[in-house]
């Protein structure tokens, strides 16, 4: 008997081979023939599938619901935000709470990191930072900036600059070249440094590839360096000490703008406000998604520098417009009352320290899974961990296993390859960290 067979008539009814919706990053034809997993409601740190099973979600979502799922102040900004003002064109006019949402952003970002741009999206965000980035050097008279440099191993999004970026071969070999020039740093993900617990102790030199690429190419045709402060989605990749302080010191000396992708590192994940302020260096822009609506309403942000935005401000005329670039539902009126009911959430409730308190405990968790011998490495920092579970055949195979077996026997992670990814919601408490990692033992001795 098919799964599906078994499911409620509604859904049972639409899902099969011919259903019309196209699952993204999904073997369609695997799940659309008995293996199709149906969530059907959530709540605080659970799923609830559509037999009424309950399942731990230990990847807040996919990185996104860090106060946990069905918060009714959310629910409650985002219904009367509907009554009130459901949308507006966000060009030539605005409405209270995108400034009041930017503000808000702007008081937890590093430095001078207070220039907002709203997406609706992580990629979209990456590829307005990559446009910011062009618009600044042309308007400061470098308009031959226009090389990228981003790192192997990194995840920027799907869109075309993104997926430029972008150093997952999957990502990119499907679709040809990409647009953007973009030249590769090595990844600092070393042997040397496998089931370290923070920041490893080797590798900090790695920066310094930066410099053969600007050896290669010329500084003066670099716009910005592209980095993960935590290289998330591929497999919670944490940088060796001094690593990023290197990268920032090269920036500056040969004028390349820093952008840190906080997209996943950002509102508390790592213990701070973002990723920034945990390795204690400020980039010139940041991109931000996710965990800034908690996933309930898409929203990206772009957090430029003072300079950044004064230099491409001060270049255009009073009446022209600076940066020709928007989308319909930039700064939408519903994402902006669902970001701001979040970072009440946040700040109200004291999230970020609460996650901060307790991942002692959490790592303490997923580091215990180190004498299974199918566990070749793990890595860790604030409420954000990976490890690798040794492959079975082709690379990635065992790890689409893994992620399904966990479901199934009640547990939601991310799985990227043959890599595990936890980053459970800083409401959790310690029994949900503990029932996470009973289930994660126990699904493991069964491979
Ligand atoms: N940048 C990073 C670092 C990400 O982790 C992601 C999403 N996982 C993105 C960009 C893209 O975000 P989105 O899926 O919202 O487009």
């Known amino acids: ?36 997993r149906l969530a059907a409601r959530a709540e ?16 807040s979502g996919l990185f996104c619901v860090a106060a946990g799922h069905g918060r009714r102040e959310i629910a409650e900004a985002v219904g009367r935000q509907v009554a009130e003002l459901d949308y507006l064109p966000p060009f030539l006019r605005a409405h209270g709470k995108a400034f009041e949402l930017a503000r808000r952003i702007a008081e937890l970002t590093p430095g001078d990191l207070n220039r907002i741009f709203f997406t609706n999206s992580g990629s979209e965000a990456v590829d307005s930072a990559m446009k910011i980035a062009l618009a600044y050097h042309r308007a400061r ?16 999004g799907v869109n075309f600059g993104g997926i430029a970026l972008s150093g997952m071969a999957n990502n990119r070999r499907h679709f040809g070249i990409g647009l953007a020039p973009v030249a590769h740093l090595r990844h600092h993900h070393l042997q040397e440094n496998a089931f370290t617990r923070g920041q490893g102790a080797q590798g900090a030199e790695l920066a310094d590839d930066l410099l053969r690429l600007i050896n290669l190419h010329g500084a003066e045709n670099i716009a910005a360096v592209f980095v993960e402060p935590v290289a998330g989605s591929t497999g919670v990749l944490v940088p060796p000490r001094g690593y990023l302080q290197r990268l920032r010191e090269i920036c500056d000396q040969h004028q390349l703008l820093l952008v840190f992708d906080e997209v996943i590192s950002g509102f508390g994940r790592l213990g701070d406000n973002f990723g920034a302020q945990t390795f204690g260096v400020t980039p010139d822009i940041m991109t931000l998604a996710k ?134 919601a800083y409401i959790a408490e310690k029994a949900h960290i503990d029932e996470i990692g009973d289930t994660l033992r126990r699904v493991l001795k069964s491979f």
């Open 1 to 36: 008997m098919g799964r599906s067979e078994s499911l409620p008539s509604a859904v049972a009814e639409a899902v099969h081979p011919d259903a019309p919706f196209w699952l993204p990053f999904t073997p369609n034809r695997e799940f659309k023939t008995g293996g199709a």
């Open 291 to 424: 965990a800034l609506t908690n996933g309930t309403v898409p929203m990206g942000a772009v957090a430029a520098s003072q300079r950044i935005y004064d230099g491409i401000v001060a270049a255009a005329g009073e009446q022209s417009i600076e940066f020709f670039h928007g989308y319909t539902y930039s700064a939408h009126p519903l994402a902006c009352a669902a970001g701001l009911a979040v970072l009440d959430i946040y700040r109200d409730e004291g999230l970020f320290e609460r996650a901060q308190k307790l991942s002692p405990y959490f790592l303490d968790m997923v580091f215990s899974l180190r004498d299974l011998p199918i566990v070749t490495d793990i890595r860790g920092i604030g409420f954000l961990a990976g490890f690798d579970v040794a492959a079975d055949g082709a690379p990635g195979v065992r790890g689409h296993e893994l992620q399904k077996r966990l479901w199934d026997a009640g547990l939601h992670l991310k799985t990227t390859g043959d890599a595990a990814i936890l980053a459970p």
């Open 141 to 156: 008279g470098q308009g031959q900036r226009q090389i990228f440099i981003s790192r192997e191993r990194a995840y920027h």
């Open 44 to 59: 605080g740190i659970y799923y609830w599938d559509d037999q009424g099973r309950r399942i731990i979600d230990a990847s």
